[in-house]
């Protein structure tokens, strides 16, 4: 047994940051192409909504709960974007460097890391990668504005809706899945990466849950039937 105790040394920790944001636009045929890096990306706001509950009621009293479907909303925020993401926001370029807006908006799936830090490394603790899966941005406004004496960078922003993606017969559809770096092998991580983020080898690809949970799950079980 053992009694509990509070914020202790390296267990006060904290989340920042937004960082090596990667855009995976999809193709007409419905998959994934190249990954391309995304610069000046400032933030990305998850908002997951649904899962209410409806109570319902039989002989007087509360009988029992259904909760509705849950969604996984998003908010992207940057001072600029790659071309690629020009369909993913409903432009289509008719000529080099002209483009025409209000067209069809093409799916996208992307990835970004936020840092892991506590009180004894910092922002060196660890990271969080959050990888996006069928998603699709809603048009949105942007404020033009004369330069002053107080210039400022426009930011963009865009809300973002997905519909969840078949993985598992055992478990929901799911368009986001979180990998923690201070929880997860080091070497199958790394290996993770190595798909999204490409090598000199292979291009940058973003990877379905399926095949992302078989990589981090690969010799678990022998291991745990080992130990027992």
Request: proline share 4%; glycine share 10%.
């Amino acid at each position: 047994m053992a009694k509990l105790s509070w914020d202790e040394n390296g267990q006060r920790l904290y989340e920042t940051g937004t960082r090596r944001g990667v855009l995976f636009r999809k193709t007409a045929g419905g998959t994934y192409g190249v990954g391309v890096a995304w610069n000046g990306l400032t933030g990305v706001s998850e908002s997951p909504s649904g899962a209410e509950e409806t109570a319902l009621y039989a002989d007087d009293q509360k009988y029992l709960s259904l909760f509705s479907a849950e969604e996984f909303g998003f908010t992207v925020k940057a001072y600029t974007y790659p071309d690629e993401w020009g369909l993913c926001d409903g432009s289509a370029e008719v000529a080099s460097g002209v483009t025409v807006g209000q067209q069809v908006r093409r799916g996208f799936g992307m990835c970004y890391r936020t840092v892991l830090g506590n009180d004894e490394q910092g922002e060196n603790y660890g990271y969080k990668l959050h990888i996006i899966y069928n998603a699709t941005a809603s048009p949105s406004s942007r404020e033009y504005a004369t330069i002053n004496d107080s210039p400022d960078a426009i930011e963009m922003s865009w809300d973002c809706k997905t519909t969840p993606i078949n993985f598992d017969d055992d478990m929901k559809p799911t368009a986001l899945l979180v990998v923690d770096s201070t929880k997860a092998d080091a070497t199958k991580l790394a290996a993770l990466e190595a798909i999204l983020y490409g090598t000199e080898l292979s291009d940058p690809r973003l990877p379905l849950p399926a095949e992302i949970i078989e990589l981090m799950t690969t010799g678990e079980e022998t291991t745990e039937e080992t130990t027992e």
